[in-house]
């Protein structure tokens, strides 16, 4: 099992930058597939970023293509979120999820969240 500890979020301004962290404890983080999520009020969870264990394949949402970049430090057991070119759109809880398969949407695993708020 691993838990989730997000970090990094806050309030910018639009066309500003914010790094997200994802930091794991429990068993070794490069066994786990690692995505980013995000939630706004009143509307559904929303697929933003995924990487597999080693970092070889990437996955994006399509409204965070070319502004977002997901990496990850398998020696520092965490993940990371590089969000440029922030919108107001962009505001929402995001969380770190992850997961033993290989490959797929699912995850197992979540964080606690941590909010991004991006004002005009």
């Known amino acids: 099992q691993v838990q989730l500890v997000e970090s990094g979020g806050g309030l910018v301004q639009a066309g500003d930058s914010l790094r997200l962290s994802c930091v794991a404890s429990?068993?070794?983080?490069?066994?786990?597939?690692v995505g980013w999520f995000r939630q706004a009020p009143g509307k559904e969870r929303e697929f933003v970023a995924q990487?597999?264990?080693?970092?070889?394949?990437?996955d994006y949402g399509d409204s965070v293509m070319g502004r977002f970049t997901i990496s990850r430090d398998n020696a520092k057991n965490t993940a990371y979120l590089q969000m440029n070119s922030l919108k107001p759109e962009d505001t929402a809880v995001y969380y770190c999820a992850a997961d033993l398969a290989i490959v797929g949407m699912q995850f197992d695993y979540w964080g606690q969240g941590t909010q991004v708020t991006v004002s005009s």
């Open positions: 990487m597999s264990r080693l970092g070889a394949a990437t």
């Open positions: 429990g068993r070794p983080f490069a066994e786990y597939r």
